[in-house]
């Protein structure tokens, strides 16, 4: 057993610590450090940052053109971009949609979308969930029905994330009745230029315009855009959801975060109150122990001797960790955190009311916004079935 | 990075583990708690396994492990609920007797890997709650000899030591931690007196009343504190595996259960509200095992950085353990509740290692007054 990292797990850490330092705009990381809100510019400026070094695709393996990293190397460049500031990358493309392609798409499929997606050039939006199916996404009813060379598309789907500037979406929609809701789902991906798509936003309670609903009119798909079998895209899915790991915790940003806790409450007066302190550690005994089960991940991975199955957990304790910092910040904040100042979610307002509390403006917010990451995913509840399942063993 | 254990590793689990099972099942354990929480023939069979010397040094006739070693074997012992206080003498009383170095030390030391001699550390006092500096009990320099007065409390499997090592105060007041310096005091000298009791795990342990005892220095004032910080925090490594050991085979009793006893006609492990709390004694569990290793593979750090991690795993063990402890009581309704079943024993063991070295709240104080800026595993 042995804590640390080797000699050439260090040396690629400071490899990829010193790339960011160089390539990841300030403007950007600024922003990321005060919740203020990113644009669309921000995160493709950054995609393609990352895509021209080959990176976008960080867990490719090297036949896609990706870098070809282990578990460890893939852990070590989200921690190293995490910390430094960076946006979280748009996962739709290059996490999710693309190891689909990889493992059930034609040859033909992956030279015509994976490009656009290591780039940073195309951006993807998912398409899992329904008004009527959330928890029970098999339940889905987005119709798609063939007809000659393409699939006819209608239905809604909804909490789509970014949607407003996707260009392409993955889709589950339904083209068999027959036997188990599970076999009778296709994936899909879909233009998002085709007539017959809206695309409607949904505000959330912090205000902001982050998911929408995507509407389908007798959209017309082309049906050498299905992926794989017809009928088999439940299992597609799956594979999908098995690639999310250890990602999924996101202790890294969770680090970075409990620092920002620190300088809050240093900022706000509240540090060296020890019933605040004494929440703080609380906090950092769960980062410290969700980040331990991380590396166990990854050791199990590196060396391929045992399997953990913790990725329910992970994802359990991770989102719980992600609303503790942020309602800690909140609260550091207090008062100040209740004037509801919406130009405070966009750059350049903090230097000049920087006195009004600039710092702690989008507090709330974030906090309020926080509250997806136990619904969203599975829920929590989800989380706890498939955990309960494991170890009582039916 | 690598959590994995080596070969040789998994053949000492596997050793302890199959001793357990023959010679220490749930019985057996009865029969010496009722006997007052120690057994020579138990401890004569860790013995036998080299187990006493795990520790100690080859030159001592020991095996010199590491701690990743003495990790192993705790969660074993957990595992088996074992009454009998290896990790007080193999582990605390040996690191603190090793690092004495003097001639004396090392014949405790043999003694300790041979299996014939119990040395323990005698530091906690009626008023010390936790604290390895707030030492009442005094050392008097007097014609060539230390001669020690106070009295300390839960001294582990008191009744069989051989001998103490002993916190005692050489100068400064209470809290100072400049004044601590650590003795050994042997059983039988004149102003000794033990005073055996059992605790609410079934482990025997005594107050020790020193009145006029005379002590060979172990360790200097100035020296003395450093070392016992060390050994405490060696004993916590060594309780938090244990805790994960024990932990994991109350929840494995607890599925068992669920999956047996049938209410309203079906297994309890079918009604919705039962899972999610097994989910979540499951998410305690995994979290307090990944801390064990923490605290185990932090023991080589510099004295903060080591202070503050154990201090974190901890806590982490704290509200792992209670919530284990409670729940799975919980879960197992009123059987869960008796002295006959198992489990109760778990959860009592569970609750006094909460109390061992300090609670959760002593120690996220630690963690707090500790605090970087920066956080996480490499902080």
Redesign the interface.
Known sequence: MDLNFTPDEQAFREKIHAWVKENLPREISDKVRNSIRLSRDDMQRWAKILGKNGWLGWGWPKEFGGPGWNAIQKHLFEEETALAGAPRVVPFGPVMVAPVIMAFGSPEQQRRFLPGIASGEVWWSQGYSEPGSGSDLASLKTRAERRGDFYIVNGQKTWTTLGQYGDWIFCLVRTSNEGKPQTGISFLLIDMKSPGITVRPIITMDGEHEVNEVWFDNVEVPADQLIGEENKGWTYAKHLLAHERTNIADVNRAKRELERVKRVAKGEGVYDDLRFRDEIARLEVDVVALEMMVLRVLSAEKSGKQSLDVAGLLKIRGSEIQQRYTELMMLAAGPSAVPLIKEAMEAGWQAEHAAAGAFVAPLAATYFNMRKTTIYGGSNEVQRNIVAQTVLGS | ?????TDDQEMLRDTVRKWVEKDYDFERRRATVKAGGFSRESWKGLADLGLTGLAVPEAQGGMGFGP?DAMVVMEELGRGLVLEPFAAVSLVAAHLLDAGRSPSAALWLEGIAQGKELVVLAQEERHSRYRLAHVETRAEHKGGNWQLNGTKTVVPAGGHAGAFIVSARTGGNVDDPAGVALFVVSRGEPGVEVKPYPTQDGAAAAELVLKGASGIELLPAGQALPALERAVDIGIAALCAEAVGAMDRL?ALT?EY??TRKQFGVPI?TF?AL??R??????QL??AR??S??A???LGEPANARRRALS?AK??LGQSMRFVGQQCVQLHGGIGVTDEYAGSHYFKRLTVIEMTFGDTMFH??E??AR?Q?????FA
Request: glycine letters at 4%.
């Open positions: 990075m690598d959590f994995n254990f990743v929840a599925v669920m999956n492990a919705q899972r999610h097994m989910a979540d004694v499951k998410m995994e979290l990944s801390m290793y923490f185990t593979l932090k974190q806590v982490q996220l104080g963690v707090s605090m800026d920066t956080a996480g595993v």
